[in-house]
């Protein structure tokens, strides 16, 4: 439980809201249902075990933060209970309403324990990656794609572990789940195009020799598309991201929309794919973009905008 003042609003409770929800409980000393209310809130943050967070502001000595937060949600008296997510005041209720009720509004926002796990694998999996450790990395994205399978954020980490590590069959099994939503999921479909890329590519086992059929191909015609994308397939199932954007700009340049801009959702699937996920910094800061992304998003909007 935190006591929010003045100076520590924006850090506690506006900065720390956009890492879990926030409930805030707007008080009084003199106010008899606030103290009925306040050992059920603080019942309630133990059981939700880190699900949300209780925070506690006295009307009387933060009446500045109260009167606001009253005039917004047009309420006049107290207890009176704000939750924050994402650094916004999103919902809130008014006296000291059963235990029931409070819990109904809480399961109405807070994740639930599942999505609580899960959230908490993928985060100790990015750090044992960023320590080159992709065993533990595999272990806790594959534990919190079992706990939470509606999380794509963490299937799409899996998947793309296990592909990146050349487990492609591994990673159809963990991917089938989520077939039918990679038509409207960019980041699922993105995994979906390299693992055609890999199809593709299986095709053509020799890839030193396919890659010189395509050559000669564009040699021949520099706007033959279709080798131009297969090569870029070819490269992609390699791994060789940089080049595989180079040759698929190559058909941007020529034909912005070639194929019904097969090239250009190629291209972004490819950026999608190969951005790492944002390291953690202090509140208040923006977290640094990857140069490589940065680069190729000029180039593609210097391309499509020209």
């Known amino acids: 439980m935190i006591d929010i003042t003045l100076e520590n609003f924006q850090s506690e409770l506006i900065d720390g809201s956009m890492a879990q929800p926030v409930l805030l409980d707007i008080w009084a000393e003199w106010c008899g249902p606030c103290k009925q209310l306040g050992p059920v809130l603080e019942k309630l943050e133990a059981e939700y075990a880190g699900r949300f967070t209780l925070a506690k502001l006295d009307a009387d000595k933060v009446p500045q933060i109260s009167q606001q937060l009253s005039q917004m949600f047009g309420v006049r008296s107290i207890p009176f209970c704000v939750l924050f997510v994402g650094g916004q005041p999103v919902d809130g209720f008014v006296g000291a309403v059963p235990e029931a009720q409070i819990r109904t509004f809480l399961d109405k926002h807070v994740p639930s324990a599942e999505e609580s796990a899960a959230a908490q694998e993928e985060e ?41 590590l050349g487990r492609d069959d591994d990673a159809k099994v963990a991917f089938a789940p989520v077939i039918a939503k990679a038509a409207t999921v960019r980041r699922l479909q993105a995994l979906q195009r390299w693992m055609d890329a890999i199809d593709f590519a299986a095709q053509n086992p020799d890839s030193t020799r396919a890659a010189a059929d395509f050559d000669a191909k564009i040699a021949a015609d520099r706007r033959d598309f279709a080798a131009r994308f297969d090569r870029a397939r070819l490269l992609m199932a390699g791994q060789q991201w940089t080049a595989a954007m180079d040759e698929l700009l190559e058909i941007l340049m020529r034909d912005k929309s ?49």
Not at 128 to 145: F, I, M, N, P, S
Not at 150 to 162: C, E, I, P, Q, T
Not at 277 to 295: E, F, L, N, R, Y
């Open 124 to 164: 100790l999996a990015q750090e044992a990656l960023a320590e080159g450790d992709t065993e533990t990395a595999l272990e806790k994205l594959q534990h919190a794609v079992a706990t939470d399978p509606a999380n794509d954020d963490a299937r799409f980490d899996y998947v793309k572990l296990l592909l990146t």
């Open 258 to 306: 070639w194929n019904e801009d097969l090239a250009r959702k190629t291209f972004i699937a490819i950026l999608d794919i190969i951005e790492p996920s944002k390291p953690k910094v202090a509140d208040g800061q923006i977290p640094p973009d990857d140069p490589v992304v940065a680069t190729y998003r000029r180039r593609l909007s210097s391309v499509v905008l020209s």
